[in-house]
């Protein structure tokens, strides 16, 4: 009988199904860390999905790990509409799709140390 090395949290409702070894229940910070894993993962599976009804899926699954992720923190779901609503307030959303492929900066500006904190993310050119 085949067996997979999974290590990864799953739904409750999955646990109950008998295949599975190992099974335990994390600490806060661990469910923490755990439930930040899954939400890449989950970023990673809507990039993937090939149709609306995927995309759906993907969707609904990571909001999920959010609200999760969320109430673990202690964080309500006003809490996280205010947070939004500010960020919106003072950098705006995503509405008029603008995509960017360079920033141009001076050698003073704060952004350059932020840049170059991480290399995996900005390159330098």
Request: proline share 2%; aromatic share 6%.
């Amino acid at each position: 009988m085949p067996k997979f090395l999974v290590r990864k949290l799953i739904r409750d409702k999955f646990a109950d199904l008998d295949h599975w070894q190992g099974i335990r229940v994390l600490s806060k910070s661990e469910f923490t860390h755990e439930l930040k894993r899954k939400l890449v993962e989950e970023a990673e599976e809507v990039m993937a999905a090939a149709t609306l009804e995927e995309v759906l899926e993907e969707l609904a699954d990571a909001q999920d790990i959010i609200e999760a992720l969320a109430k673990n923190l202690g964080f309500s779901k006003t809490d996280i509409s205010e947070a939004q609503a500010n960020k919106q307030q003072k950098r705006g959303g995503f509405e008029r799709r603008v995509f960017a492929e360079i920033i141009d900066l001076k050698d003073e500006d704060r952004l350059v140390a932020h840049c170059r904190s991480q290399p995996h993310k900005y390159q330098e050119i």
